[in-house]
């Protein structure tokens, strides 16, 4: 309901996958795993906003993959029920995250390194996951096709997005692939030019 990009990055080697927010529609990912052959070792949140992490339980409960998010959004994820009741939603299911998802550390998916990046200020515990061996960077809700995450919110900060931003992400390859949480995919560099919430930063 919310269209949320839900991301699967699988290996075709060791036929693992990682799934990154499994926001809805669990049926379809599994047709997509099934269909590719592919294992979910690890579930990645890249923050507690129902549209990202509302299928996390049902994932983990189908494929026994453990959950990870970043601490600083347990709140957000203790009070589902209250996002759910504000979008007229039924609140689904929740789980227990069983790995932090910290600054710096990595994941391995054959040879791919995943390596998560803290980029707070959507909410304080949102990440963003760099895979410098497929030049992708997912975006959760922080950095979009000419826009950036909204910080009206719960737990949300101008200052300290376009922080992020500026200090963790407009550092990566201009041509790097951007896979935002919502809407189309887009580059480093072309939001580093055009993007307009972006374009005061350099002046600070
Ligand atoms: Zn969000």
């Known amino acids: 309901m919310l269209q949320c990009n839900c991301s ?9 996958a990682i799934v990154v927010d499994p926001g809805d529609d669990i049926a379809g990912i599994q047709e997509i795993l099934s269909r590719h052959q592919l294992k979910v070792k690890a579930i990645v949140i890249t923050h507690a906003h129902i549209d990202h992490i509302g299928g996390a339980a049902k994932l983990k409960a189908a ?8 601490e600083n959004d347990q709140t957000l994820y203790d009070h589902l029920d209250m996002q759910a009741s504000w979008l007229g939603m039924e609140t689904p299911e929740r789980t227990a995250i069983d790995v932090a ?3 710096g550390d990595k994941l391995a998916l054959g ?3 995943f390596q998560i990046i803290g980029t707070p200020g959507h909410t304080q515990g949102s990440i963003s996951i760099w ?3 497929e030049n992708k960077l997912v975006a959760g809700d922080t950095l979009f096709r000419d826009s950036i995450g ?3 919110l719960p737990g949300g ?3 300290q997005i376009l922080r992020s931003i500026a200090d963790k992400l407009l550092v990566l ?8 949480g919502h809407g189309s995919n887009t580059t480093i560099g072309r939001e580093r030019a055009v993007n307009p919430f972006l374009q005061d930063l350099w002046g600070h």
């Open 8 to 16: 699967i990055f699988g290996d075709e080697q060791s036929k693992e």
């Open 63 to 70: 494929t026994g993959a453990p959950i990870y998010m970043n």
């Open 101 to 103: 998802a910290r600054e």
């Open 111 to 113: 040879s791919a390194e």
């Open 131 to 133: 895979i410098p061996t």
């Open 150 to 152: 909204r910080t009206d």
């Open 157 to 159: 900060n101008t200052r």
């Open 173 to 180: 390859p201009d041509e790097a692939v951007v896979i935002p």
